[in-house]
């Protein structure tokens, strides 16, 4: 126990016990009487006295204001910090509806009640390791950060770029077999070993015209034969006369980075061309040397597209070209990388 003496101003400070020596010897002092004996009773009176009491007799004694004892602090939570289990329900139900399930539907998919589903939603209760596992299985990361936990209003976005026809042919294709199938994009995208985020830019139209080796992967996965029109018409959608298709691809995903030479661009999140490029041997080793560029980081580069060019003095005009035109556009590179005859 502390105690600060206020007519002073000093910060002297003593303890309980020997503040009550100097009590009672002040008290004795002034009456005029020699010590006290304590009985029995009035002993174990004053040894099971309040806390608060002895203060004050110790307070009036001395005339000074005396610090009552405080007990532990109760510890808080802070305020606006929600742990992960608060968040979760809110995931779970957002990335259900993005992938266009009902609690059923996911329940049955998961081998639980559709009353669990609701439970977890709602926060009343919260799903075992073993059930998230499963349902970042079936939905994906459940976390705001991750690329396929786009909000409801991007789902509604996607389903109005269908029937605008800002989809491509293949990607509508995908979706209405992969909704036949019955799978979300992050299960259809583990059968076919490509990226979640790759598939939802396909469905969503930020891919247009995915590489050959991407569709026979998802059509293998589909269990079903993509039709040739299809292919067709996305490829004619994406066709440059003389040159070929433009085509489209996850920066992020090394099984997808081009393997062929040609000039190549790299997009951010808003689709705004952030860098032109060139390689004359492989595409491929182009975007592995910017793999470890400061700039090579998502949302700075989100998409890629490229378009083959086996010609290398036209695929340096195809370069020099861009970049004159993007101007301010092509932030990272503002001219040609090499020299034409160097890869």
């Given amino acids: 126990m502390r105690c600060e003496e206020a007519n002073t101003g000093d910060s002297a400070i003593v303890s309980f016990e020997r503040g009550m020596m100097l009590a009672k010897s002040v008290h004795t002092a002034k009456s005029g009487r020699g010590p006290r004996k304590v ?5 174990a009176g004053e040894k099971h006295r309040r806390p608060y009491e002895r203060h004050e ?10 610090m009552p004892p405080t007990s532990t602090p109760e510890r808080k939570n802070i305020q606006g910090a929600p742990s992960m289990k608060n968040i979760l329900g809110p995931l779970i139900r957002r990335a259900r509806e993005r992938e266009g399930l009902k609690q059923a539907d996911l329940a049955a998919k998961i081998g639980v009640t559709p009353g669990a589903i609701s439970n977890w939603e709602s926060g009343t209760s919260h799903p075992t390791s073993a059930n998230k596992h499963k349902l970042e299985e079936i939905l994906g990361k459940l976390s705001k950060r991750a690329p396929e936990a786009s909000s409801a209003l991007d789902v509604k976005e996607s389903e109005q770029d269908i029937h605008t026809g800002e989809v491509s042919s293949f990607g509508i294709w995908v979706r209405d077999q992969r909704l036949k199938a019955t799978l979300t994009v992050p299960e259809l995208a583990k059968l076919a070993n490509i990226s979640i985020a790759s598939l939802y830019n396909l469905e969503n139209g930020k891919i247009q015209n995915p590489q050959a080796a991407t569709r026979d992967k998802l059509a293998d996965a589909l269990k079903t034969s993509l039709p040739k029109d299809v292919v067709t018409e996305t490829e004619n959608e994406q066709e440059i006369t003389g040159l070929g298709s433009l085509i489209d691809f996850d920066p992020y995903s090394k099984q997808e980075w081009p393997q062929c030479c040609g000039v190549y661009v790299l997009y951010d999140v808003s689709q705004r061309p952030i860098y032109v490029g060139k390689a004359t041997s492989s595409i491929a080793c182009r975007i592995k040397y910017h793999f470890d560029k400061f700039w090579f980081k998502d949302p700075i580069v989100r998409y890629g597209s490229y378009i ?5 003095k036209l695929c340096y ?6 970049i004159k035109f993007l101007k301010s556009n092509a932030v990272v590179n503002k001219q040609s990388s090499e020299r034409f005859d160097e890869d």
């Fill in 317 to 322: 005009q195809l370069e020099q070209a861009l």
């Fill in 39 to 43: 009985g029995r009773s009035e002993g």
């Fill in 308 to 312: 083959e060019v086996k010609d290398k």
């Fill in 57 to 66: 007799k110790w307070s009036c004694a001395f005339g000074s204001t005396i």
